[in-house]
């Protein structure tokens, strides 16, 4: 069976601060895709990355950054310089080998304040 | 717009009767999935269709529930008998198919309230 834990239900941060959101997963297939998604307050998720168990490098687009790590299996995203618009609710989700079924964690919801 | 559509938004239903959500997933798509979400929980897989063909129905959460996709495009939701545990978020995806990892597309969901 898969499972997700995203450890941290809320964080709050103050606009410009830098914030790390946690996920640690489990799984049993050898090959694997983890996501991070976002859930804005209109409620639709957008897809933020895609990362395949084969590729530890991490990664880095704008304020947005994910350290993968196989040995500790976790998937942890980092925003740099924190805006308003970042306030969310985020997803670490995990692809199954077959490629049919996400399994999600429960969600962090950042709220950065102005 | 040619992202996933659902329809529609919002239902409010009493407990016992029948609901049905409609999916249309993004044209060029052949997987479609349906996910439900409730509140402060992460969305949870239900069922997926490659095509036409229902290739995962063991998670649906009982006989109570059942999709369908007739001509592999759009999708239906149907819940017989709801009850109040039904109240959740039903979300949509849609997927191409051919290589594993491709992302899945959601649309806004179904918020359904059941008194």
């Known amino acids: 069976a898969q499972k997700v834990t995203q450890a941290q239900t809320e964080i709050s941060v103050v606009e410009k601060e830098d914030v790390t959101l946690d996920c640690v997963y489990e799984?049993?297939?050898?090959?694997?895709?983890l996501f991070w998604y976002k859930q804005p307050p209109s409620g639709e998720l957008v897809f933020l990355i895609r990362r395949n168990s084969f590729d530890e490098q991490n990664e880095i687009s704008g304020r947005y950054s994910w350290n993968f790590q196989k040995s500790t299996s976790s998937f942890n995203f980092t925003i740099t310089a924190s805006q308003v618009v970042d306030s969310a609710v985020y997803f670490c989700a995990l692809l199954n080998n077959a490629g049919n079924m996400l399994t999600f964690g429960g969600g962090t919801r950042l709220m950065v304040k102005p | 717009d040619t992202g996933v559509s659902q329809d529609p938004r919002h239902k409010i239903t009493k407990r016992g009767q029948n609901v049905t959500f409609r999916c249309d997933p993004i044209s060029e798509h052949n997987r479609l999935y349906w996910y439900r979400q409730t509140l402060g929980q992460g969305p949870e897989f239900l069922t997926y269709?490659?095509?036409?063909?229902?290739?995962?129905k063991s998670r649906l959460l009982s006989d109570r529930f059942s999709a369908e996709r007739p001509k592999g495009s759009f999708s239906t939701l149907e819940i017989q008998r709801t009850e109040q545990g039904d109240s959740a978020m039903y979300l949509c995806a849609s997927s191409l198919s051919g290589q594993i990892y491709n992302e899945q597309f959601f649309g806004p969901g179904t918020r359904l309230t059941v008194l």
């Open positions: 799984t049993r297939d050898t090959t694997y895709y």
């Open positions: 269709f490659q095509n036409e063909a229902q290739l995962e």
